[in-house]
Antibody, heavy 122, light 107 residues
């Protein structure tokens, strides 16, 4: 059974750096066709894709936040880590990680974690 | 970034109705288009990938079509458990984007 679980702080202060961890099971981060994405959703708003990383260490970031995001993986621990610098109130959201499939003519996110809620406040 | 625009933003429908949601990309994305369903307080659930391919376990009343810039998600006969918000998402460019969502409510 494929599962993903997000973990990290519930509350961060403005200007701090957020570090979130996604721990996966049921698949390997070394699989050539598999990766992990991070997605967030502010309260009452739409989903926003943030970043992904694949087994080849190929990484991509959303354009608007590229300067603040870093994604990395530890295959031996089955973990993917996302850091976001200079947090502000607008970054308050539920953060999800999702398994990402890479095909010849498609990419999609097929299994999602339950999400972790992060509030930015002093 | 590629902008994804869904219409309508919300709709009211009855059980048994045929429902169609459209998604338009600001540039051609071939068939790199996925659809997700999200219920309140829950993580999104993949319905359709590559514009028209069914995700395993998804009821056959859901279908997707389109390519290039215009896509549709159709629910052939709306069921009570289908009342939710639906999102399209493009994976064509290096920076992926979602539509703003379409909320399907009970009429």
């Amino acid at each position: 059974q494929v599962t993903l679980k997000e973990s990290g702080p519930v509350l961060v202060k403005p200007t701090e750096t957020l570090t979130l961890t996604c721990t996966v099971s049921g698949f390997s981060l070394s699989n050539a066709r598999l990766g992990v994405s991070w997605i967030r959703q502010p309260p009452g708003k739409a989903l926003e894709w943030l970043a992904h990383i694949f087994s080849t260490d190929e990484k991509s970031y959303t354009t608007s936040l590229k300067s603040r995001l870093t994604i990395s993986k530890d295959t031996s621990k089955s973990q993917v880590v996302l850091t976001m610098t200079n947090m502000g109130p607008v970054d308050t959201a539920t953060y999800y990680c999702a398994r990402t499939i890479a095909g010849d003519y498609y990419y999609y996110m097929d299994v999602w974690g339950k999400g972790t809620t992060v509030t930015v406040s002093s | 970034d590629i902008q994804m625009t869904q219409s309508p933003s919300s709709l009211s429908a009855s059980v048994g109705d045929r429902v169609t949601i459209t998604c338009r990309a600001s540039q051609s994305i071939s068939s790199y288009l996925n659809w997700y369903q999200q219920k309140p307080g829950k993580a999104p659930n993949l319905l359709i990938y590559a514009a028209s391919s069914f995700q395993s376990g998804v009821p056959s009343r859901f279908s997707g079509s389109g390519s290039g810039t215009d896509f549709t998600l159709t629910i052939s006969s709306l069921q009570p458990e289908d009342f939710a918000t639906y999102y399209c998402q493009q994976s064509y460019s290096t920076s992926w984007t979602f539509g703003q969502g379409t909320k399907v409510e009970i009429k």
